[in-house]
């Protein structure tokens, strides 16, 4: 155990931080009673989650993916379905739509690697445009219906319970997994590896990285966790339709999350879901009823002007905020010591 600990090598600040969550995780939904309020925090846990999901691919290794509702609504779908017309339970669906993803992402992964910047984001939106377009044109030929709604039976193993309680536990126990798997691979050396490729894929190729295995790797991780929380989404609402789960705001929110966070940290994506889910709110109760969409133009005005300020998100804000004042400090007593 010893040798482990010390391959991660934990920091103080990675103590700190594990219990905080865990704190907010197996604690917050036994301390919130209003119904709105566990809503929320239920949202914010399975966001975060997919977020960190998301930071996989696009903060540690660099790809700037903005396709990935392809892999939340393969996830919501795959279980659905699965559930609703096999009696399969979402939990077996869950790890069918994950792996389902895992393959949607090699496929598009071929072609898509072998192009950078804007390109590779502008592939992975189309490949989640296009999902969703086919499955609104397939049901010309098949007997499916536009919306799919899950019976309520309760029951663990329908993945279906009587209080928002417990789905936050769940959806936390999800962002805590996400967590776990995040940090292991930037501690490891498969995260040495996929910075090393988002500095400079030049220099990783040079230096004899395998750019293409390990982008890939990260990518089907990625893919596998985001398309688990849809299934966690559709049996939390238990019902679903394809411009909802296909929806391309799952595609710009999960990357706005951790680019406000701090993307590429492991904590950015978690803090980044926590202020921007609840200021989404915030800003629908103050401005939603007197002019529609008025609230999601001062979501986005406010959003970018965090982003530019700190283009390192809040993270890295802090970290430069605590360097000047170290710099402050020692120059001080430097100037008491002369």
């Known amino acids: 155990m010893k040798n482990f600990l010390s391959y991660f090598e934990f920091k103080q600040s990675d103590i700190y931080g594990a219990v905080v969550l865990l704190l907010l995780v197996f604690a917050l939904p036994f301390v919130v009673s209003n119904d709105y309020y566990v809503n929320v925090l239920v949202l ?30 393969t996830g919501a779908y795959t279980s659905t379905l699965l559930f609703t017309y096999a009696d399969v339970s979402p939990w077996i669906g869950m790890i069918a739509g994950g792996v389902l993803s895992m393959i949607f992402a090699a496929i598009i992964a071929y072609p898509a690697f072998r192009m950078r910047g804007v390109f590779f984001a502008m592939a992975t939106l189309a490949f989640g445009e296009t999902l969703r377009i086919l499955l609104i044109y397939s049901r010309k030929h098949i007997d499916m219906p536009y919306g799919l709604s899950i019976n309520w039976d309760p029951g663990l193993a329908n993945m279906i319970f009587e209080d928002r309680s417990s789905y936050a536990l769940l959806t936390g126990a999800f962002l805590i997994l996400v967590t776990i798997v995040a940090f292991g691979l930037s501690r490891s050396y498969v995260g040495i590896y996929l910075r090393a490729i988002r500095d400079s894929e030049e220099a990783a190729v040079a230096a004899g990285v395998p750019m293409q295995r390990y982008k890939m790797i990260a990518f089907l991780i990625s893919a596998f966790f985001t398309s688990a929380g849809g299934t966690l989404l559709a049996q939390y609402v238990l019902y679903i339709e394809p411009t909802t789960v296909f929806s391309m705001a799952y595609s710009v929110d999960l990357p706005l999350m951790a680019l406000l966070g701090g993307i590429g940290t492991v904590a950015g994506p978690i803090l980044g879901a926590f202020i921007a889910l609840p200021l989404r709110d ?4 103050l401005f939603g009823s007197g002019a529609a969409g008025l609230h999601l133009a001062i979501y986005g005005v406010m959003l970018m002007v965090i982003v530019i300020v700190l283009p390192s998100g809040l993270i890295g804000g802090f970290k430069s905020l605590q360097t000047r004042l170290r710099k402050t400090t020692s120059k001080r007593e430097e100037s008491n010591d002369a």
């Open 44 to 73: 914010v846990f399975l966001y975060a989650g997919m977020a960190s999901a998301w930071n996989i691919v696009g903060g540690m290794a660099g790809q700037f993916s903005l396709g990935h509702t392809a892999f939340f609504g």
């Open 282 to 285: 915030v800003l629908l109760e």
